[in-house]
């Protein structure tokens, strides 16, 4: 149903959408969306940045150690 719309159908959508919400709050809307993506983004990394901290915790030293390093410290 929605593969043939085409660009007169598109522009036709759009400017209903326009007569219906006016063109100040469709703008502000947009606004909402962009700060709503951005906030989306830097959770996002926010998270994987968590993650790698942790995984970095957990990582143990396994170098080996001579016994007679061991006694000097």
Known sequence: ???NIG???LLLI???VLVL???GKISSLMGE???GITAFKRG???GSKEIDDANAEDTK???PVDETE???V
Request: proline share 4%.
């Open 7 to 9: 660009l007169p159908g």
């Open 70 to 72: 061991k006694d000097k």
């Open 44 to 46: 996002v990394s926010d």
């Open 21 to 23: 919400f006016g063109r």
């Open 1 to 3: 149903m929605l593969n």
């Open 61 to 63: 030293d396994v170098t």
């Open 14 to 16: 759009a400017v209903v």
């Open 33 to 35: 969306v962009g700060k």
